[in-house]
């Protein structure tokens, strides 16, 4: 007798997996080490929800001292997690018993993730059409979209 699936894919715990994905529409198939229960990805090709028909564990390295080798980056605006966290997957710490902690680098290294930017732009000023007051803020421009900070107003 096979095992119930009661989720929207295979695996159902906290941790980051390996999984594969195969879209109906386009008939693309892909691989990724950024996999997790009940997340699907954006399908390249045709844009659409794809959840992975197949997950497995991480292999993990034989020595702390191993270099990762990546690839490909990730690419974060395809990815469900990503979308639903509101900042990259990759800052999850899922080998940590319990997984799923975001950890304590976050903006360390955005810019090297899927060819995205992380910009600051400091001293951006505008003029709100109802006040008429001049505003000053901070725009990050990140792969999540776009956030206004409004440092100060003048009077």
Known sequence: MGKKQTGLT????PKRVFGAFRCEDCRKHWYSGNSWANTGQQCKSCGELVYPYSQRPLE???SDDEAVVT???HPAALCGKCKQ????CTELDSDEEGGGRRRGTYGR???GL?????LRLSGVRWQT???RRQRSASVFA??????VRVLSSAP
């Open 85 to 88: 966290l509101g900042y990259p």
């Open 114 to 118: 899927f060819g995205s930017l992380r």
């Open 142 to 147: 990140a792969p999540m979209g776009l956030r």
């Open 109 to 111: 290294d955005l810019a």
């Open 10 to 13: 295979p695996y159902q715990g």
């Open 129 to 131: 059409p109802d006040t």
């Open 60 to 62: 993990k390295r034989d």
């Open 71 to 73: 690839t490909k980056p």
